[in-house]
C-alpha cells in the first residue's frame, strides 16, 4: 500500500467469528516482514481474541534497513554511528507516525472491525525507538507500548531530549513494557568488560516510571542478546496486548 509517496507491506490476523461491537484489540508490530515470519500457529491460538497488525516493507527480505532507519528514529542530536558504512537518513518517525495512524490504520480498519482503544505498538531495536518515540510524542495513539531492545542511545540520545518535554495523558494511564536481553551491552575501550542490559534504556525505564500517567514495567531476559529478544519477548507482549 502507499501513503504519501511512500510504499509498505501490510499483514494481518484476526480472530475467527464476529468482533465485539467495538472491535477486537489489536497488536501493532513494526518490521512486519520479520514479525510475521516468526508468527507460529500456537502463538496465536493461545490470543484467540487478540488481533495481530504487521506493517513491514515491499521487500523479500526480513528487514529493510535503510527504510526503516529513515521512518522509525526521531530527529538524531549526533550522527548516528550505524556502523555500516551505508548512506542512510534518518529523523522520519514523526512522518511515518501521521501514515501509521493516517492511511495506514485507515486501510487497516477496512480489513477488519479494530478497537482504537485497546491498540498495542510493539518494536524491536530501532522498531524500540519508534514505540519510544510516540509515547513521548503522542501517548494517547496506543493503549500499550512494547519497546525491545530498543536502541535508546540513538542519534546523541534524542529519545532523552524528547523525554524532557514529553505531553502527559490527560486521562488514564498507558502500559508500557520495555524488554531487553541481559548481554546487549558490551564496551570495548580500554577492554571488553562483560554483556550486561543496555544502560540507556535502564535509564529511560527508571524516568518513564515517574510519570502517573503510565505503568510501567521493565523486564530484563536472562542470557539473551540483542537479536534473540526479537521473538522471545513475544508470548509476554501477545499477553499484555490481548488483557
Do not use: K
Amino acid at each position: 500500500m502507499s501513503a504519501a509517496g511512500f510504499t509498505y507491506r501490510l499483514f494481518l490476523a484476526h480472530p475467527r467469528g464476529e468482533a465485539p461491537a467495538q472491535g477486537w484489540p489489536s497488536l501493532w508490530m513494526l518490521d512486519g516482514n520479520a514479525a510475521f515470519s516468526r508468527l507460529d500457529a500456537a502463538l496465536l491460538e493461545a490470543h484467540p481474541g487478540l488481533a495481530v497488525v504487521g506493517i513491514g516493507y515491499p521487500v523479500e527480505e526480513a528487514f529493510d534497513g535503510a527504510s526503516r532507519a529513515r521512518d522509525y528514529t526521531p530527529v538524531p542530536l549526533e550522527a548516528p554511528m550505524h556502523g555500516r558504512g551505508r548512506d542512510w537518513d534518518f529523523g522520519g518517525e514523526a512522518a511515518f507516525r501521521a501514515r501509521l495512524l493516517g492511511p495506514l490504520a485507515q486501510a487497516l480498519t477496512e480489513r477488519a472491525p479494530l478497537d482504537p482503544a485497546r491498540r498495542s505498538l510493539w518494536g524491536h531495536s530501532y522498531g524500540g525507538v519508534f514505540a519510544l518515540a510516540t509515547l513521548l510524542s503522542e501517548p494517547s495513539a496506543f493503549r500499550a507500548y512494547m519497546p525491545v531492545s530498543a536502541t535508546t542511545g540513538f542519534g546523541g540520545r534524542s529519545l532523552f531530549a524528547m523525554e524532557a518535554e514529553a505531553p502527559r495523558l490527560a486521562d488514564g494511564r498507558a502500559e508500557v513494557l520495555i524488554m531487553l536481553g541481559d548481554s546487549e551491552h558490551r564496551s570495548g575501550t580500554p577492554a571488553p568488560e562483560a554483556p550486561r542490559p543496555n544502560p540507556d534504556t535502564l535509564e529511560m525505564g527508571a524516568l518513564l516510571a515517574r510519570r502517573s500517567d503510565l505503568h510501567v514495567q521493565v523486564e530484563v531476559l536472562e542470557g539473551l542478546g540483542h537479536g534473540a529478544t526479537f521473538a522471545a519477548s513475544l508470548p509476554r507482549c501477545f499477553a499484555l496486548a490481548e488483557g
